[in-house]
């Protein structure tokens, strides 16, 4: 059995992924590290080559969210990735304890993926995002394993694949002739993320051959599995779902963003994006919400629902009936005017004879026939005066900048006090008011959508916030919980040695020190009367003190 690694010492075995993991010292740092085998060294010194700017690649990341890279070696014709040894429970652990709130799995989910920008920024590829890769932390989430895959295809090694990896890996990994880049880690956190939201796997197959099949299908919607979930989030992570690779968010900063914009009630629900997408607040495509950038090529968010055949037979039917209808009238010649004739036949009536007498007229009917005829003026209508549209819609416009600016100021201030629901609210009126004429209000639209980056992320310091309280309280209830432990079992020079450390801590709160600082009482006392009930040796210590007598 092998006692190092290169220059590492080997303390133990702790895990069994790839082809190994140990815990060893590192003496230069004079801290513990994972060492993790790959198999044997590359053969060419290409291979090499590209080995070393990848071992680089990753020494440049800095990231909180990713498990540091120290280095890549060669030992006894075997290749080892040398990263941090973090100490925490993974995801997988996690999800075994206990349940999971939508809001964690969104906080967790964005932490992963901005570890991801990272790699991807460098030109490293994940390859195997799953659970038990992920680690938590001190209230912080870890990116394990990063490199290890991408440097394995260098090394042209397959990796044992573990039982839990196969549900998590894209339609392009299970082909093993597709090839694999960043949209690979996008689809993988899709699946990550369905699991901690819906509580369940949206392929459940464990094979290759299964699984790659039931790919073929869309998932079942996170709504109907969690009731009250924002449609958006589940249109977020439908996309990231999507078979190929073209149609998925195509950065792991784009599906971050919209993952938060979808938690917070920004994301539409049903997203629809050309090739080609505008401005979400522009005049082509406005909507009432504040609408992330979209990658280039993503489609609907889900695919619709195919209606029954019966349906679709009537539908049809119906449209085919209207166009000949339509046909008919537009084909039919135009028939000619109607016009009635009547025969004017001679009409005999007899009236009896009517014998008038005439009388010349007076002098005041002649004037009045002299006069001539009055015609009567119709004077048109006054017409109204013409209503200037442009100066409404400047006033229009003016109460609207006003507004907006009054709705703003309650935003910031209210996402200053940390009410980030009150805040969102007024964040969504604000838009809704612009979105009437963006062209006018491309300046307040940029300062909404300036504000909302800052209300997503105060979301998710919150949510880390409250992950890190919930882990550090856990740390001290177990360091707690082994000082009472070692008191049950009567072992009280071991509980009082571990309640001293324990209330040397830095930190400690009040709530853990009452209980210790008990524990070591009791402790002391359970010693003392220990030693009270001995016997003591009759030998008489006959030691003289200096100067003194015995």
């Not at 969104?106 to 990272?118: D, E, F, N, R, T």
């Not at 109204?384 to 109460?399: G, V, W």
């Not at 201030?413 to 980030?420: C, F, Q, S, W």
Request: charge should be neutral; charged fraction near 30%.
């Amino acid at each position: 059995m092998k006692s190092h690694i290169g220059s590492y010492s080997i303390e133990k075995r702790i895990g069994d992924g790839g082809r190994g993991v140990w815990k060893c010292f590192d003496k230069a740092r004079g801290c513990s590290v994972a060492v993790r085998a790959l198999g044997a060294s590359a053969a060419s010194e290409s291979d090499l080559r590209r080995l070393r700017d990848v071992a680089g690649a990753l020494k440049r990341v800095d990231d909180g969210n990713v498990c540091a890279f120290e280095a890549l070696i060669e030992h006894d014709g075997e290749m080892f990735v040398v990263t941090d040894l973090v100490d925490g429970e993974t995801l997988e652990e996690r999800l075994a304890s206990g349940e999971m709130s939508t809001d964690d799995a969104i906080a967790i989910g964005a932490q992963v993926l901005g570890a991801l920008h990272s790699l991807h920024s460098v030109g490293v590829v994940h390859g195997s995002v799953r659970p038990s890769n992920v680690m938590i932390a001190s209230g912080r989430v870890k990116l394990m394993d990063c490199g290890v895959h991408h440097i394995a295809s260098l090394l042209h090694r397959s990796l044992r694949r573990a039982r839990d990896v196969v549900p998590y890996l894209s339609p392009e990994q299970l082909h093993s002739t597709a090839a694999i880049d960043h949209r690979s880690d996008v689809y993988s956190t899709g699946v990550l993320l369905y699991r901690l939201i819906g509580k369940r796997l949206p392929f459940e197959e464990s094979d290759d051959a299964g699984a790659l099949h039931s790919r073929l299908d869309a998932p079942r919607e996170l709504t109907d599995l969690v009731p009250g979930l924002r449609r958006g989030i589940d249109d977020v992570i439908a996309i990231a779902l999507r078979r190929e690779p073209a149609e998925r968010f195509q950065s792991a900063a784009l599906f971050r963003e919209a993952l938060l914009d979808g938690a917070a009630g920004f994301f539409p629900a049903s997203p629809s994006v050309p090739d080609s997408a505008p401005d979400p607040l522009s005049a082509e495509a406005v909507t009432p919400a504040i609408s992330p950038p979209r990658a280039t090529g993503v489609a609907q968010a889900r695919p619709h629902k195919r209606r029954p055949v019966v349906s679709w037979i009537f539908t049809g039917g119906s449209l085919l009936i209207s166009s000949v209808l339509l046909i008919q009238s537009v084909l039919r010649p135009t028939p000619p005017p109607v016009t009635t004739t009547v025969e004017k036949h001679p009409v005999i009536v007899k009236t009896p004879p009517v014998i008038a007498s005439v009388t010349p007229p007076s002098k005041e009917r002649k004037k009045e026939l002299k006069k001539p005829p009055v015609t009567e003026t119709i004077r048109e209508p006054r017409p109204f005066p013409k209503r200037d549209t442009e100066a409404d819609r400047r006033d229009e416009i003016d109460l609207l900048s006003m507004q907006i600016s009054d709705t703003l100021g309650r935003a910031k201030a209210k996402l200053e006090d940390n009410d980030l629901d009150g805040a969102h609210d007024d964040l969504d009126a604000a838009a809704v008011k612009a979105a009437r004429y963006p062209e006018d209000f491309r300046a307040e639209i940029d300062e909404i959508r300036r504000v909302n980056g800052l209300l997503n992320a105060k979301r998710v310091d919150a949510q880390i916030e409250v992950q890190r309280k919930i882990l550090e309280r856990s740390q001290w209830d177990r360091r707690l919980a082994e000082v009472q432990r070692d008191f049950d079992e009567k072992d009280y020079t071991g509980a009082k040695k571990a309640a001293i450390r324990l209330l040397a801590e830095p930190g400690l709160p009040d709530w853990v020190a009452a209980p210790a600082t008990e524990l070591r009482n009791a402790a002391q006392k359970a010693l003392v009367g220990g030693f009270t009930g001995t016997q003591t040796s009759p030998v008489q210590n006959n030691v003289r003190r200096p100067g003194g007598r015995e």
